[in-house]
């Protein structure tokens, strides 16, 4: 089946430690998101990459990493200087960079502990 | 800056119902808009994509309608159903100069559908 994979499901972070949540897609998209969403406040944009080895910065982009050396993979890093991370985590993508429908995975859930 | 507003925050109605959910953007100059719908805990499932050039799009149950000049979108839905239960979110896509599009999202409207 075509679609997005995000893992893990949940995720839990010491103090001071960096953690890798993984997406892979397997919809041949060029263009990968990641989006943070908390209570209240919608989904805002962390990174995004409209192609292999080029990401940008989003809205909140403090203390996350990404890299893109696969078309198929987007990995975001967070990173300990990322003071609140506790948040729900959502991958998407998108065939072109404009007027194409964008597809979600399921979602990481990190708490911070 | 693009903003997105969704109103309701939060509908009950009686299943069989026919119900409006509502989304505003301040900046006219988007690509599209998409309605996405989360279950709890879950990711978003796309409903609707309506292009700018577009001013509806039907799928089912559901009408979504885009007035770019005026900002609004709505999103009709038919003969509720409790399965319909869920949080509608609203986004829209706009360009950027240099760095490509981006998608940029209301907070939401949490449906609850009574049997």
């Known amino acids: 089946d075509g679609g997005i994979t995000q893992s893990p499901k949940y995720l839990f972070r010491k103090e001071g430690q960096n953690v890798t949540l993984s997406c892979e897609q397997n919809?041949?998209?060029?263009?990968m998101y990641w989006y943070r969403q908390d209570p209240g406040q919608g989904l805002r944009l962390i990174y995004y990459?409209?192609?292999?080895?080029?990401?940008q910065k989003g809205d909140i982009a403090e203390g996350y990493s990404v890299s893109r050396e696969k078309k198929e993979s987007f990995p975001l890093t967070v990173t300990s200087a990322q003071k609140n991370p506790t948040a729900f985590y959502l991958c998407?993508?998108?065939?072109?960079?404009?007027?194409?429908?964008?597809?979600f995975g399921q979602g990481t859930r990190l708490t911070v502990v | 800056k693009q903003e997105v507003t969704q109103i309701p925050a939060a509908l009950s109605v009686p299943e069989g119902e026919n119900l409006v959910l509502n989304c505003s953007f301040t900046?006219?100059?988007?690509?599209?808009l998409q309605w996405f719908r989360q279950d709890p805990g879950k990711g978003l499932t796309s409903l609707l994509l309506?292009?700018?050039?577009?001013r509806e799009q039907t799928s089912g149950r559901l009408n979504a309608s885009l007035d770019k000049s005026s900002g609004r979108s709505t999103l009709y839905i038919a003969a509720s159903q409790p399965g319909d239960s869920a949080t509608y979110l609203c986004?829209?896509?706009?360009?950027?100069?240099?760095?490509?599009?981006?998608?940029?999202f209301g907070e939401g409207t949490q449906l609850t559908v009574n049997p």
């Open positions: 998407a993508s998108s065939i072109i960079w404009m007027n194409t429908e964008a597809f």
């Open positions: 919809l041949n998209h060029d263009a």
């Open positions: 990459s409209q192609i292999v080895n080029d990401f």
């Open positions: 900046d006219s100059a988007i690509y599209n």
């Open positions: 309506i292009q700018s050039s577009q």
């Open positions: 986004a829209v896509s706009r360009g950027e100069e240099t760095s490509g599009s981006r998608l940029t």
